[in-house]
């Protein structure tokens, strides 16, 4: 009995379907096998298919395209009537496309031109800024930094992984390995012993003598034998030396050179008629030390550009004396205008006359030049040949003022006057020739005495006048500074009267009078003066002016007759007066001073300064009672507060203390504290606003034993004179006297408050630092009060402690120059010297201070005003006062 269940595997046995592939269900793809393509070779062809009568495929697109003749006609014959009828139809299509090509090239140039001018390409975008590069300098273009990095996004580094090789792994691992017996050798040896063949240690030093004689042998052998001029002859001397000269270049400049030449090379090629670009790179190998390099760089240079000189010339610079002579050869014949070129063709010539050959030479191609026809005539050793060539010379350069000149001053006096007329009418805007001319008429009046010579001297003013006239004229307008700058080189080259002369003519050229002044020459400065004195007599800074001159750079008779003057023009200048009486004391002539006093006296009767002046001529000369009797007199007639101070200290010099009850100093000497104290009270209430006497009252109580009081008495000075230098630095003195160091600091702390830019409560403030804080302390001085004289000599001083001396003693002069009426500066300078100067530095240090003549500062006043330094000059009272000078003042006596 059948079963009636369908078989499920009947597929089996089934054939495939035609587009089955097996496994395309589970993902699989087809592939295809030799069976599925066919074979290798071709089947036949259209034709024996047609005739075995098989039908043969036609592509239906092959009759589509008209143009494509391969699929119409690919089985005909092409014929020669085919040929014929393509050439008929080429023809057309040429006289078609001949019609319409005029007209179609327009319309394609005006839409390129449309299409440009939209979208232009990027060359023509840049054009005006590469035209532009033109302008660019030499330093801005090596200013253009590299090429680099700008994405500023960090490079992964390429890591490199190398296997390690098998020696480092055997030597890693016999580190931690320990040798447990001895060597054969060490065991023969006994131990660890070395074994030497003589036990004696090894001579380095005899090792390298034998090296350097051995060398030296062998030099000399070949400097001996060898044949000179050979390549084998060796100089021993030159060789050292040339190995001495050798300069070793590093990586980086060699990388320098390397992409400047690069540069250069690009730079010829693109333009190779611009002689800059060549020299340079002709440059860049000698410096690289490739001169035959650069001498065939400078070959091709001179080839691309003839025209250039500068070309020529590096090119004779880069070659041996006689190759250089045969390339000026040439490069005269292409700039044969060149001066330059000349010039440096007679320089190679050794010889004097093949020098003139040359220049002679070179003057017949460039007539006109003033250079040439100089140095022509610099070879020259005669003056006649040399007047001979001048002459021609101003024949062919009229207009040369150099040529003109060098003429006049080769001929004799008579017949420079003619060249100088000649040279004036040829050059009429030429001042050198009208102040030619004076010299020259001051040099013949040298040789003049008498009226004659006066009359010579006239005539170089008038020359002077007129000739500045004359340039006026033509609208030569020279400034004033160019006329004196023509004064001081005539002074310097020895003609003071043209100077003067020209002083006069142009001093007043639209200017005042203060600023003629300013100049550094004295011969110049006199005449100025001088026309100014006599334009403005009645000025009396400008006699002070000229009388300080005469007394630097003069004489006596010069500044006497200045004074004399200066008095007759004005007499009621009392600082005149004085000056010359004082002169007139310096040379020793006491009489001539009393005189010229006397005479004062008459122009100004109630003057206070020369009744003082008058009383110490006559009390510096010992003549006390005339002196008393002249202070009786100047209380009667002038009768001022200085007089009556004056009278009173000169008294008191003399001994004569009739003291009254205010008088608190006297009082104060004798013991009396009681009397003295009640009159700097009554002091202190007439004159509240007097510093002084607030010191004198604290230091009465400090010396009676009542610092206290002291302290109370500068409390209330203060109150009344507020910011008061003076005043603080007593304050702190009294707090350093008293024991109280961190008191006197705190004072000084405040003291600097309200007195900022005090040089002296500064300098104590230094000076209570501690050493190492000093020179700290001593910057901030300098910023609050640079240019205060007492900073700038604490400074000295700290170098002077540093042993600086050549620092202290630039920093001692500073501090004088600034303010040389500061007596404790000098002081402290010749102290100074005393320990670590020489005599002559210690003269210099006193001559500039009694020059100067100082008159303030605490010591210095203290000790010149001491009744027992009564009379001492101003060089005894600096011995004295920097005898008395200390390391630190915090007591500034008065």
Not at 48 to 73: C, M, T
Not at 319 to 329: E, G
Not at 725 to 738: H, I, K, N, T, Y
Request: charged residues 30%; glycine residues 6%; hydrophobic residues 40%.
């Amino acid at each position: 009995m059948a079963s009636s269940k369908p078989n499920k595997l009947a597929f089996l046995s089934m054939p495939a379907p035609a587009s089955y592939v097996a496994g395309l269900g589970r993902g699989a793809s087809g592939f295809t096998t030799r069976s599925d393509i066919g074979p290798a070779r071709d089947g036949p062809s259209a034709e024996p298919k047609h005739v075995a009568g098989e039908e043969a495929e036609v592509d239906p697109d092959q009759f589509q395209d008209p143009d494509n003749e391969y699929g119409l006609f690919a089985g005909t014959t092409y014929e020669q009537d085919d040929e014929e009828a393509d050439k008929i139809y080429q023809q057309v299509d040429d006289a078609m496309d001949s019609r319409r090509r005029a007209r179609r090239e327009v319309q394609e140039q005006l839409e390129l031109a449309k299409h440009r001018a939209e979208r232009p390409k990027i060359q023509q975008q840049f054009a005006d800024l590469k035209r532009g590069l033109s302008a660019v300098t030499d330093e801005e273009w090596e200013s253009i930094p590299e090429v680099g990095n700008l994405t500023r996004k960090k490079r992964r580094k390429q890591e490199r992984s190398f296997a390690v090789p098998d020696s480092v792994l055997v030597g890693d691992r016999s580190k931690a390995e320990y040798e447990n017996s001895l060597d054969d050798r060490q065991q023969q040896s006994g131990g660890f012993e070395t074994p030497a063949e003589s036990g004696a240690l090894t001579n380095f030093v005899e090792i390298g003598q034998a090296r350097d004689k051995i060398l030296s042998l062998k030099l000399d052998q070949i400097s001996g034998t060898a044949t000179s001029g050979t390549s084998t002859s060796v100089d021993p001397k030159g060789y050292l030396t040339s190995l001495n000269s050798v300069v070793l270049k590093s990586d980086a400049e060699i990388g320098d050179i390397k992409r400047a030449r690069m540069l250069f090379d690009s730079l010829v090629k693109s333009n190779p008629k611009h002689s800059p670009g060549w020299i340079a790179a002709a440059c860049l190998e000698e410096h690289a030390g490739r001169m035959v390099a650069a001498r065939k760089i400078i070959k091709a240079g001179c080839e691309q550009c003839p025209k250039s000189e500068d070309v020529w010339l590096e090119a004779a610079r880069l070659h041996n004396n006689d190759d250089a002579k045969v390339i000026l050869a040439n490069a005269v014949q292409h700039v044969g205008q060149s001066v330059k070129v000349w010039l440096a063709a007679a320089d190679l010539e050794h010889d004097v006359k093949a020098k003139k050959r040359v220049l002679r030479k070179a003057l017949e191609h460039i007539p006109n030049s003033v250079r040439l026809w100089k140095e022509t005539v610099n070879l020259e050793s005669s003056a006649a040949d040399a007047r001979v060539l001048l002459a021609r010379a101003v024949e062919v350069i009229p207009l040369s003022v150099e040529l003109w000149l060098a003429l006049a001053r080769l001929e004799t006096p008579e017949r420079a006057k003619g060249v100088l007329n000649k040279a004036r009418k040829a050059v009429r805007t030429s001042h050198e020739i009208w102040i030619a001319a004076g010299r020259l008429l001051e040099q013949q009046a040298q040789d003049k005495t008498g009226a004659e010579r006066d009359a010579e001297l006239d005539a170089v003013d008038k020359t002077i006048v007129g000739g500045v006239r004359e340039l006026r004229k033509y609208q030569v307008l020279l400034t004033r500074e160019q006329w004196l700058k023509e004064a001081e080189r005539c002074e310097t080259e020895g003609s003071p009267r043209t100077c003067e002369a020209i002083v006069k003519a142009t001093v007043g050229m639209e200017i005042e009078e203060e600023d003629r002044l300013d100049t550094g020459m004295v011969g110049t400065a006199r005449a100025i003066l001088a026309e100014a004195l006599r334009v403005f007599p009645g000025r009396k800074s400008l006699w002070i002016r000229a009388a300080e001159l005469e007394k630097t750079h003069g004489t006596r008779e010069s500044l006497d007759a200045i004074l004399n003057r200066a008095v007759e023009h004005c007499p009621q200048a009392e600082v005149l007066w004085l000056m010359a009486a004082k002169e007139k004391w310096l040379a020793g002539d006491v009489p001539a001073a009393r005189e010229v006093l006397e005479r004062a006296f008459g122009a100004n009767k109630e003057s206070e300064q020369i009744w003082l002046a008058a009383v110490k001529l006559e009390a510096e000369n010992n003549e006390l009672g005339v002196a008393r009797e002249l202070l009786v007199r100047a209380r009667m007639v002038a009768d001022t507060e200085r007089i009556w101070m004056k009278s009173a200290v000169f008294e008191r010099q003399q001994g004569q203390l009739r003291c009254g009850p205010r008088d608190s100093q006297i009082l104060q000497s004798q013991g009396n504290f009681s009397a003295a104290r009640a009159a700097f009270a009554a002091g202190l209430k007439a004159c509240p606003k007097e510093a002084t006497l607030w010191i004198l009252a604290s230091r009465l109580e400090e010396a009676d034993g009542k610092s206290i009081k002291a302290r109370a008495i500068l409390e209330k000075a203060r109150l009344v004179n507020p910011a008061n230098d003076v005043l603080w630095a007593e304050a702190v003195g009294v707090e350093e006297r008293s024991g109280g160091a961190a008191q006197g600091k705190a004072m000084l702390a405040r003291s600097l408050q309200e007195c900022p830019t005090s040089g002296l409560l500064w300098s104590m403030s230094i000076w209570a630092e501690s050493r190492p804080m000093r020179k700290a302390r001593s910057v901030d001085a300098l910023k609050k009060s640079a240019d205060n004289p007492v900073i700038i000599c604490t400074v000295a001083r700290l170098f002077w402690a540093e042993r600086k001396i050549e620092k202290a003693r630039q920093w001692f002069g500073r501090a004088v120059a600034t303010d040389p009426d500061l007596g404790d500066s000098w002081a402290w300078w010749l102290k100074f010297e005393r320990q670590h100067g020489t005599e002559e530095h210690r003269d210099e240090v006193r001559k500039k201070c009694v020059a100067a003549d100082p008159h303030h500062s605490l010591v210095w006043q203290s000790v010149a005003k001491d009744i027992r330094n009564t009379g001492k000059s101003t060089a005894e009272i600096l011995e004295l006062v920097a005898d008395t000078a200390h390391p630190v003042i915090f007591h500034h006596p008065l």
